[in-house]
């Protein structure tokens, strides 16, 4: 199981409410990178703590939906009832991150169980959120499973190639940062 220090929690926390407000949307950021929302509430299962960080991304993610809509009545598209499928849909992320935490060893082997989830938490946030989306927003006449199922496989692989850069990213800092934990550790015994 992962445990880090209050001190790197409120760090972490820090850069993913920030690469959130940098990447959702063309709207916020000064460059045009991919949206990191998906791997930001898998990472914050993973490495923080406190469950009140879950709504606070929520509420974060949606203030700057509707601040868009508002500020530049882009996005509109979007902000229907179906919109309130994001709720599951990031909780799934979140507690993907959950699960792979309490599974998480300090070995590489880890790599083999944090793909299988990162892959399962996306499908089942894409099927709430396009499902969602498809069914629910009142924008598709007679939505069908098969009509779903067309969305998901052309939309999952976008957003979980995005998350994966993310996610893939956090992982190497991780172990970077990990390794030099246990040299300087390693040094300050023989000293």
């Keep these: 199981m992962l445990e880090l220090s209050r001190r790197s929690q409120v760090a972490i926390g820090i850069v993913l409410v920030l690469l959130v407000a940098m990447t959702r949307g063309s709207h916020f950021s000064l460059v045009n990178l991919p949206s990191a929302s998906w791997a930001v509430f898998f990472l914050a299962g993973v490495l923080l703590k406190p469950r009140w960080v879950f709504p606070l ?3 974060q993610t949606t203030f700057m939906d509707i601040m868009s809509v508002g500020w530049t009545n882009a996005g509109h598209h979007c902000m229907t009832v179906a919109y309130w499928m994001l709720l599951p849909a990031y909780a799934a992320l ?11 060893r300090e070995q590489l082997s880890s790599l083999l169980v944090l793909i299988p989830t990162v892959l399962t938490s996306a499908l089942v946030c894409q099927l709430f959120s396009s499902g969602g989306f498809y ?19 052309t939309y999952y692989p976008q957003y979980l190639s995005s998350m994966a850069l993310y996610v893939g990213a956090a ?7 990990r390794v030099y934990a246990l040299r300087e550790a390693q040094q300050g015994r023989q000293a």
Excluded: K, Q
Aim: charged share 15%; glycine share 10%; aromatic share 24%.
């Design 94 to 104: 979140w507690f993907g991150g959950r699960l792979y935490a309490r599974w998480h």
């Design 57 to 59: 991304l929520f509420l």
């Design 135 to 153: 069914f629910f927003s009142g924008r598709y006449d007679n939505p069908t499973f098969p009509g779903m199922l067309e969305r998901i496989v």
């Design 171 to 177: 992982t190497v800092i991780y172990i970077v940062l």
